[in-house]
T-cell receptor, first 118, second 112 residues
Framework: GAVVSQHPSRVICKSGTSVKIECRSL??????MFWYRQFPKQSLMLMAT?????????EQGVEKDKFLINHASLTLSTLTVTSAHPEDSSFYIC??????????????FGPGTRLTVL | GQQLNQSPQSMFIQEGEDVSMNCTSS?????WLWYKQDPGEGPVLLIA?????ELTSNGRLTAQFGITRKDSFLNISASIPSDVGIYFC????????????FGKGTSLLVTP
């Protein structure tokens, strides 16, 4: 199967700072990437969907000005948490899909990024 | 997005026992998927189901896509300690941008 990486795996930051998380598809081209958030002992909740070269589509209740998503290339999407606060502390997971290739019917998940805001 | 109803919430079983968990939805999905997540990691796909009524196996795992397209179950036979983890079902509709709606998860503990 295809591989998706995330960087960093863990980040601790001070309240008010911004944090960027990268999601890369390593051996396939991701036409679509998804960003999920997972709080402890809870399920994955979709935050936004991004298609390469287009603006991201955000789920209801997710502030687009706070969670900036950029999908500038077919192998990289970034999520920037702006002016982070303690309530933004969570496990952020990306997934990627290639709607045009051999993996068109599958979605591959990254290993996640643990964000802790102090 | 809609969150699916997954049960049971947790299971505590002995090695060698069979396990069954299921997921239901109030709406139809085109694809049902089952994932396993270990602590601090992303979900890993176990089984994908694409047609109503489909029964698919992957080693000791068997999953079925319900006829109504609103439910799915996952069975694990002869459980082993490494089956420990959280299992999530996910549904996907082709007309919703291929995003996944996840269940709340089933936490599985297996004692030797």
């Amino acid at each position: 199967g295809a591989v998706v990486s995330q960087h960093p795996s863990r980040v601790i930051c001070k309240s008010g700072t911004s944090v960027k998380i990268e999601c890369r598809s390593l051996d396939f081209q991701a036409t679509t990437m998804f960003w999920y958030r997972q709080f402890p002992k809870q399920s994955l909740m979709l935050m936004a969907t991004s298609n390469e070269g287009s603006k991201a589509t955000y789920e209801q209740g997710v502030e687009k000005d706070k969670f900036l998503i950029n999908h500038a290339s077919l192998t990289l999407s970034t999520l920037t948490v702006t002016s982070a606060h303690p309530e933004d502390s969570s496990f952020y997971i990306c997934s990627a899909r290639d709607l045009r290739g051999a993996y068109y019917n599958e979605q591959f998940f990254g290993p996640g990024t643990r964000l802790t805001v102090l | 997005g809609q969150q699916l109803n997954q049960s049971p919430q947790s299971m505590f079983i002995q090695e060698g026992e069979d396990v069954s968990m299921n997921c239901t939805s109030s709406s139809i999905f085109n694809t049902w998927l089952w994932y396993k997540q270990d602590p601090g990691e992303g979900p890993v796909l176990l089984i994908a189901l694409y047609k109503a009524g489909e029964l698919t196996s992957n080693g000791r795992l068997t999953a079925q896509f319900g006829i109504t397209r609103k439910d799915s179950f996952l069975n694990i036979s002869a459980s082993i300690p490494s089956d420990v983890g959280i299992y999530f079902c996910a549904g996907q509709r082709d007309d919703s941008g291929y995003a996944l709606n996840f269940g709340k998860g089933t936490s599985l503990l297996v004692t030797p």
